[in-house]
């Protein structure tokens, strides 16, 4: 049972051992680890923050391409929306036009054959005449 418990000497010189390793350790290692950890913690931390700002980037581009594509469809709704109003407008004037130019044709043409019958029946002779064949025309019909 003596080799189980430890002898005071036993005990110095581990004790002595323990307090040359420590300070061996706290002399050159230490200070490289708690480097390295500082260094691992910041590169972490970095890592994080890219991390989240990546994230906000991205949700970002999403919020700008869903209001770009709601902007793009409300212009495409719009300009279809003026295009139609243009077209019935353009529909509408043309209706006026050809309105127009039939009410003009139409006195142009009562103007002219008033013109030409003033000119044909200028004498009592010609306009008895004209009366007459009328008349015969329509018994005969």
């Known amino acids: 049972m003596q080799l189980v418990t430890p002898d005071i000497g036993l005990l110095f010189w581990m004790f002595l051992s323990f307090?040359?390793?420590f300070f061996i350790l706290k002399?050159?290692?230490?200070?490289?680890?708690?480097?390295s950890l500082k260094e691992r913690e910041t590169s972490i931390e970095k890592s994080l923050l890219l991390a989240k700002r990546d994230i906000l980037l991205k949700e970002a581009r999403?919020?700008?391409?869903?209001?770009?594509?709601?902007?793009?469809?409300?212009?495409?709704?719009?300009?279809?929306?003026?295009?139609n109003q243009a077209m019935l407008e353009i529909e509408n004037e043309k209706k006026s036009a050809i309105l127009d130019m039939k009410k003009?044709?139409?006195?142009?043409?009562?103007?002219?054959?008033?013109?030409?019958?003033?000119?044909?029946?200028?004498?009592?002779?010609?306009q008895i005449g004209l009366i007459n064949s009328l008349l015969k025309d329509i018994n005969l019909n």
Do not use: C, G, M
Request: charged residues 35%; aromatic residues 8%; hydrophobic residues 45%.
């Open 104 to 126: 003009q044709i139409s006195i142009f043409s009562i103007e002219i054959a008033e013109k030409i019958l003033k000119e044909k029946l200028k004498t009592e002779k010609k």
């Open 27 to 35: 002399a050159f290692a230490w200070k490289p680890i708690l480097k």
């Open 62 to 83: 999403e919020v700008k391409n869903k209001i770009i594509y709601e902007a793009q469809k409300i212009a495409h709704e719009e300009a279809d929306r003026i295009i």
């Open 19 to 21: 307090l040359t390793v």
